[in-house]
């Protein structure tokens, strides 16, 4: 089988979203827990890697330091923009540096705004890092909020239930399974919720749906069928989460967790932006549709740029595209990513690189060899070696020379998706003094 990275994308109440799948050949199922830190070597990226190197996810984190003494000399006003309307500008709290009066009140604190994009291809967790934010910066979901979800979960789990029906009719394995007759197959490939399942959030899923998904999960056909390598088909990569809590979904009073939340896919449509603070940043970030057809709107975005965030699935090396069976999602991102770093746009933007999905790289790793997809790969089944030949595939495509910054992720980890961002603070204000001649290098 296969688990395609996780299929995450925003679902607050102002957003309009469908529940669809968009994605991938599916490898294997069950995320597994892992390190963000992979081994990095600075001075040849293809060069063996060391036991005791590691992944530098930003290498001199000294920008608020030298921010704070820009900070503490209250009559500097620090703009990093030729035109000192735009939004990328170090200014004062109350947006005056003329006025004595405006740094009596303690120091003269000065606050920086960014424009951030976060981009990437579909289905490579961008969604969920902006679902992160709203944890990490914006209080979390109400349980209004999570309500919401509710659809969306249940209708990945119809979804996950008839992607396995429709692969085993596919390979021949169907008049095999002894869990279910032939009827009740027939009840799972065939069930559609209905209609209150999305306007009615007091909706609980059907109880027999529920008992039927445990017996055809638990057949020993199915079981093999998601976790060998013989067999290729989509599946959404949160399907075994979902299928090990049916009881709790399942329940009459069910509200969907924060982990059900990360774990829920939807499609994202348009762009949305979201406002956040972290400490003395204020971030503006934009979040776009991934799919092919989406990427036109994105142009609209992309006037006075500070950083870019684009995610990368490390689990789609083995599958394609949806909308274009015979792509690579690999190759696909490379060749976005080729694009974006080497704009007209971008000259002087700063990128972060997100690796993302390291838990399930590390899970299909050594049944799906890197090497079955990218021959020039020697690393085998060493997963830092594996994840440096990717890297090293992205730096090759700078060719703008951008200040490139990657940082290894697993976007259903709330600590480690604090990190990045720490590094995303990190890295804009880095960029906002060196633009400014605070600091050379």
């Known amino acids: 089988m296969g688990i395609c990275g996780s299929k995450d994308t925003e679902s607050y109440s102002n957003r309009n979203t469908s529940a669809q799948n968009t994605g991938s050949t599916v490898r294997k199922s069950g995320p597994k827990s892992s390190s963000s830190e992979i081994s990095h070597n600075k001075s040849n990226p293809t060069a063996p890697l060391k036991s005791n190197e590691k992944f530098e996810s930003f290498p001199e984190p000294t920008a608020k330091q030298q921010l704070q003494t820009v900070a503490e000399g209250q009559e500097t006003t620090v703009n990093t923009s030729s035109n000192p309307k735009q939004s990328n500008v170090m200014d004062s709290t109350d947006g005056s540096n003329n006025s004595k009066n405006d740094t009596v009140e303690g120091k003269n604190k000065l606050k920086y705004h960014a424009k951030v994009l976060l981009l990437g291809s579909g289905e490579s967790g961008k969604s969920t890092i902006l679902r992160q934010i709203k944890i990490i910066h914006q209080n979390g979901f109400t349980d209004d909020e999570r309500k919401e979800y509710k659809p969306f ?135 776009v549709g991934g799919q092919r057809s989406e990427r036109k709107k994105w142009i609209h975005c992309f006037d006075n740029v500070t950083a870019i965030i684009f995610c990368v699935s490390l689990s789609e090396y083995n599958q394609t595209l949806l909308e274009s069976p015979t792509q690579n999602r690999l190759e696909e991102s490379l060749n976005l990513f080729e694009s974006v770093v080497n704009s007209m746009w971008f000259k002087k933007t700063a990128v972060i690189l997100c690796l993302n999905k390291i838990d399930i790289f590390i899970d299909q790793l050594p049944n799906y060899p890197l090497e079955n997809y990218f021959p020039d790969y020697v690393g085998g089944a060493n997963v830092n070696k594996a994840v440096k030949y990717i890297l090293w595939r992205f730096k090759q495509l700078n060719r703008a020379n951008l200040n490139l910054v990657p940082y290894v992720t697993q976007a259903t980890d709330t600590n480690n998706i604090k990190l990045a961002f720490a590094i995303v603070r990190e890295t804009i204000l880095h960029k906002n003094l060196l633009e400014s001649g605070v600091i050379t290098s």
């Open 153 to 287: 979960v249940f209708q990945n789990i119809v979804e996950s239930i008839q992607c396995i029906t429709k692969a085993l009719v596919q390979y021949n394995l169907k008049s095999q399974i002894t869990n279910l007759t032939g009827a009740e197959l027939e009840f799972l490939s065939t069930y559609e919720l209905p209609y209150s399942a999305t306007n009615d959030l007091s909706y609980s899923l059907d109880g027999r749906l529920v008992e039927l998904t445990k017996k055809l999960v638990t057949d020993e056909k199915v079981e093999k069928l998601l976790s060998s390598n013989e067999y290729e088909f989509y599946l959404l990569d949160s399907a075994s989460y979902f299928f090990e809590n049916l009881d709790r979904i399942g329940a009459p009073d069910y509200i969907p967790t924060t982990m059900d939340i990360l774990r829920t896919r939807t499609q994202t449509s348009g762009i949305f932006d979201t406002k956040f603070q972290m400490e003395d940043l204020e971030v503006h970030l934009y979040d």
